[in-house]
């Protein structure tokens, strides 16, 4: 995985993008993963470092999933979907290493924390596509 620093300066961007350029979805998607972050920065044990099932991560790991499912079940967008769906794995990873106890921790630290870079690629490509419609729509002419 990226270091902190690369993963903070992507954050940064992609949630300055959002707000930015963004509506109401992309916003709570970005707030959502700034949220996710500091929560789980403040849960994560580093001296377990995915020995064992990260419990605390696992809990705010889900209730991002239920924040983008929420998202997803109110927007008139597809993209949040893909949203839920990357988070969701996430969820998926934990309960695996919850099942299978001796998975490698490098393995379940992967799984865990890759698609935090899916979810900000489909952020910042659902920004820009809102952003598109609505200039798009501004520069149609009024019809009488």
């Known amino acids: 995985m990226l270091s902190p620093p690369i993963y903070y300066t992507i954050l940064c961007l992609v949630c300055a993008f959002a707000f930015w350029r963004g509506r109401g979805d992309e916003r709570a998607a970005a707030a959502i993963c700034i949220l996710a972050t500091v929560f789980s920065n403040a849960v994560y044990d580093p001296n377990g470092a995915y020995a064992g099932v990260e419990v ?4 705010v790991d889900t209730a991002t ?7 997803a079940l109110r927007s008139e967008r597809f993209w949040p979907l893909w949203l839920a769906g990357f988070q ?3 969820v998926f990873a934990h309960l695996l290493k919850a099942i299978q106890l001796d998975l490698m921790p490098q393995a379940y ?4 924390r890759f698609w935090a870079y899916p979810i900000f690629l ?11 419609r609505r200039v ?9």
Do not use: C, D, K
């Open 122 to 132: 489909i952020i910042i490509v659902g920004t820009w596509r809102s952003y598109r």
């Open 109 to 112: 630290a992967a799984a865990a």
């Open 56 to 59: 605390g991560v696992f809990i």
């Open 65 to 71: 999933f239920g924040g983008f499912a929420f998202i």
């Open 88 to 90: 969701l794995t996430t």
């Open 136 to 144: 798009q729509t501004e520069r149609q002419p009024a019809s009488a």
